[in-house]
Nanobody, 119 residues
Framework: QVQLVESGGGLVQPGGSLRLTCAASGRIRSIAGGAWYRQASGKERELLANINREGNTNYADSVKGRFTISKDNAKNTVYLQMNSLKPEDTADYYC?????????????WGQGTQVTVSS
């Protein structure tokens, strides 16, 4: 079994920064890839960024140049560094990891963490 734990959300002023962490534990051979999403109140879930096994990344236009996704293979962890935060970044943030669990690659989801950008 694999569990994901997200952390790092909170309240931040406009222009500030936060780093979200998505840590996987359990029966893990490797992390094949990861992604971060967000869902604002009344809106659909939005894919923000993803990273593959080789470390190649893609970003939504809404966060390009402000957010950075990265991973630490040794720690089975994916991060989202968020800079220059804006009030419209306020949302619940979710991570997903594609985990090789020695049998197959499965997608797992974090529990979500709330980010509020407000003065």
């Amino acid at each position: 079994q694999v569990q994901l734990v997200e952390s790092g959300g909170g309240l931040v002023q406009p222009g500030g920064s936060l780093r979200l962490t998505c840590a996987a534990s359990g029966r893990i051979r490797s992390i094949a890839g990861g992604a971060w999403y967000r869902q604002a109140s009344g809106k659909e879930r939005e894919l923000l960024a993803n990273i593959n096994r080789e470390g190649n990344t893609n970003y939504a236009d809404s966060v390009k140049g402000r957010f950075t996704i990265s991973k630490d293979n040794a720690k089975n962890t994916v991060y989202l560094q968020m800079n220059s935060l804006k009030p419209e970044d306020t949302a619940d943030y979710y991570c997903s990891l594609d985990v090789d669990n020695y049998s197959y690659i499965a997608k797992y989801w974090g529990q979500g963490t709330q980010v509020t950008v407000s003065s």
